[in-house]
Antibody, heavy 121, light 107 residues
Framework: QVHLAESGGGLVKPGGSLRLSCAAS????????MSWMRQAPGKGLEWVSH????????YHTDSVKGRFTISRDNTKNSLYLQMNSLRADDTAVYYCTRAASCGGASCLDYWGQGTLVAVSS | DIQMTQSPTSLSASVGDRVTMTCRAS??????LNWYQQKPGKAPKFLIY???NLQSGVPSRFSGSGSETDFTLTISNLQPEDFATYYC?????????FGQGTKLEIK
């Protein structure tokens, strides 16, 4: 069955960097767009980044543009999020998600368990 | 960006009740609207796509409706496991924004 497992979260100082990874299994990874979502403590869900199946097309929400980079390695069934210049408001649980086509539109049909990124001095 | 507004912010109900929550988009999104359920400390679970289609395995007591800018999620015959926070999400245009959530609590 589909399984997504994030890793790489932790405590980092403002201005620091982290690289999140997501190991995918149970499906043909190279057939799917993939996305990162985040959820700040006690808050709602926020779309962060997504990447096309081949990796050619990427999108980042405005608040992370120029600081975060989404990438993937289809030979390793892995998704990544390089996060630089981290700020306190980047503190959140980060979820790796599979973006499928549902009824002709996009949907996030599988989610990982999440990894916590805490930015604090 | 398209703004998604959910109401109410919270909702109290009892087991066996029927509840409805709404999601409004700041512009026409056709029916490109998904619903997710999230329980405390867990990842969201995908429930409904394209406004009214149940994801495989989702109980039939869940239903969705709406189009353009106004959408609803209805849960009939509430079960204990349904008490959670529900989020809508538009996938009409980037960024695929979420509503702020409706927390369904036990009365």
């Amino acid at each position: 069955q589909v399984h997504l497992a994030e890793s790489g979260g932790g405590l980092v100082k403002p201005g620091g960097s982290l690289r999140l990874s997501c190991a995918a299994s149970g499906f043909t990874f190279s057939d799917y767009y993939m996305s990162w979502m985040r959820q700040a403590p006690g808050k709602g869900l926020e779309w962060v980044s997504h990447i096309s199946s081949s990796g050619t097309y990427t999108y980042h929400t405005d608040s992370v543009k120029g600081r975060f980079t989404i990438s993937r390695d289809n030979t390793k069934n892995s998704l990544y999020l390089q996060m630089n210049s981290l700020r306190a408001d980047d503190t959140a649980v980060y979820y790796c998600t599979r973006a499928a086509s549902c009824g002709g539109a996009s949907c996030l049909d599988y989610w990982g368990q999440g990894t916590l990124v805490a930015v604090s001095s | 960006d398209i703004q998604m507004t959910q109401s109410p912010t919270s909702l109290s109900a009892s087991v066996g009740d029927r509840v409805t929550m709404t999601c409004r988009a700041s512009q026409n999104i056709n029916n490109n609207l998904n619903w997710y359920q999230q329980k405390p400390g867990k990842a969201p679970k995908f429930l409904i796509y394209v406004a009214s289609n149940l994801q495989s395995g989702v109980p039939s007591r869940f239903s969705g409706s709406g189009s353009e800018t106004d959408f609803t999620l209805t849960i009939s015959n509430l079960q204990p496991e349904d008490f959670a926070t529900y989020y809508c999400q538009q996938t009409y245009s980037d960024p695929y924004t979420f509503g702020q959530g409706t927390k369904l609590e036990i009365k």
